[in-house]
C-alpha cells in the first residue's frame, strides 16, 4: 500500500507553506481565491485527505456511527433517527447527526475519522463525493438512493413498485382520471414513485400530463396550497389523487374538503409511508405502508458488516404494501364482479 499523502507533501506540491494549506483545506478567507483554487487543485491530485483528529485513519476506532442529513423537518427524520440510534446502542455505538447542505462540510466529518462509518441521505454527496468515499473504502449505507461498493451499501425502499401499486389500486376502484402530488424534487422515493404510477396508468391506456402533477415537496402545507389553487383556477378535480406522503396526502384532503368536494365521495386520495397521523385525522388516510422503523434498523446492521469487513456492500429493498383506510372508495358509479359471479 502507497503511504499515506501528508499536508507536507501537499505543501511541497504547491510550492507554498504548510499553513498556506491548512488556511485554505480550512477554508480561512486570508488567501487569493487563485492560491486557495491552487492548493485545493493539489490536494485533490494527490488524494489528500485531512485527520482533523491527528489520528490514523485506518486503525483508530471512534464506536460513533454518523446519520448525515439534509434536513429534520417531518415526522419520517425523527423515527428514522431513533430508530438508528436505538440499534447503535445494542452494539456499544454512539450516533451522531449531522445536518448540512453543504458536502465540503458532510465530506471532512466522512473522511476526517469523527466517524466509523455513515449512513447518508443527503442531496449534498452527489456523484463526485461518492467515487471518492468508494476511493477510501469509507463505510457507507445509503438510504436515498442505489449505490453498491466494496464497503458502500443502500437500503432502500421498491418506490417505483409502490407508485405502481398505487395505480392499480386506484384504477381497481374504478378511477380514471388522475392527479399526482410530487416530493421533493430530485429525490430516490419520490422520482420512483412518480415514475412507478405514471407507467402503471401508461399500461391502462391513461396518459398522466404535466397539468395534472401538482406541487407538494413532502410538505402539508405545501399539497394545501396547490391542490386549492388548482381547484379555485377551475382545474376539474380527478377521480383521485396519489400524494408522495402522507404529509402531502393529508394536504390535499383538506383542500378538498376546504373547497367542498367530498373525500371519498368524489375524489380518493392515497398517501404513501403509514406515519401515525395517516391513522388519526379524519378522514383517516388509505397508504402504502413502508417502515421508516425497520429502514434504520437494516441500515445499522448493513454498515455494521461493512465496518467489520464482513462482507461486501449490497443493495436491501422493503417492499411496501395498500393499508386501506377511509380517504379511498370505489367509483360511485362502479361496480366490482369478481370471478365466477354472473
Not at 70 to 85: K, V
Not at 245 to 266: C, H, K, R
Not at 296 to 303: E, W
Amino acid at each position: 500500500m502507497s503511504r499515506k499523502v501528508t499536508i507536507k507533501d501537499v505543501a511541497k506540491k504547491a510550492g507554498v507553506s504548510i499553513s498556506t494549506v491548512s488556511n485554505a483545506l480550512n477554508d480561512v478567507d486570508v488567501l487569493h481565491p487563485d492560491t486557495k483554487k491552487h492548493i485545493l487543485d493539489v490536494a485533490r491530485e494527490l488524494h489528500y485527505v485531512p485527520n482533523v483528529n491527528g489520528r490514523n485513519l485506518k486503525s483508530q476506532e471512534t464506536r460513533v456511527i454518523g446519520l448525515f442529513l439534509n434536513s429534520i423537518a417531518g415526522p419520517y427524520y425523527g423515527i428514522l433517527a431513533d430508530s438508528i440510534y436505538r440499534t447503535c446502542q445494542q452494539y456499544g455505538y454512539e450516533l451522531n447527526i449531522f445536518i448540512s447542505e453543504k458536502a465540503k462540510n458532510a465530506m471532512s466529518d466522512l473522511l476526517g475519522h469523527r466517524v466509523d462509518g455513515a449512513i447518508i441521505m443527503s442531496g449534498a454527496i452527489r456523484d463526485k463525493e461518492v467515487e471518492l468515499l468508494q476511493e477510501y473504502e469509507t463505510p457507507i449505507v445509503f438510504i436515498d438512493r442505489e449505490q453498491k461498493g466494496k464497503r458502500m451499501s443502500s437500503v432502500i425502499f421498491d418506490s417505483y413498485h409502490e407508485g405502481e401499486m398505487a395505480a392499480e389500486y386506484l384504477l381497481g376502484l374504478g378511477h380514471r382520471s388522475f392527479w399526482y402530488i410530487n416530493g421533493a424534487e430530485n429525490t430516490f422515493d419520490n422520482t420512483k414513485r412518480r415514475q412507478g404510477f405514471v407507467a402503471a396508468l401508461a399500461k391502462a391506456g391513461i396518459r398522466l400530463g404535466e397539468d395534472c402533477i401538482l406541487e407538494g415537496r413532502f410538505e402539508r402545507a405545501c399539497a394545501y396550497h396547490s391542490v386549492k389553487k388548482a381547484i379555485e383556477a377551475g382545474c376539474k378535480p380527478p377521480d383521485a389523487i396519489f400524494a408522495a406522503n402522507d404529509l402531502s396526502a393529508i394536504g390535499a384532503v383538506e383542500a378538498l374538503l376546504d373547497q367542498n368536494i367530498a373525500v371519498p365521495g368524489q375524489v380518493s386520495v392515497i398517501g404513501c409511508d403509514d406515519i401515525e397521523m395517516a391513522r388519526m385525522v379524519r378522514p383517516s388516510i388509505t397508504t402504502l405502508c413502508t417502515s421508516f422503523e425497520k429502514q434504520g434498523s437494516m441500515a445499522v446492521h448493513a454498515l455494521l458488516r461493512l465496518i467489520r469487513g464482513e462482507n461486501e456492500g449490497s443493495i436491501e429493498i422493503l417492499y411496501g404494501s395498500v393499508t386501506q383506510r377511509e380517504s379511498t372508495s370505489a367509483k360511485p358509479d362502479f361496480s366490482v364482479v369478481l370471478c365466477g359471479e354472473e
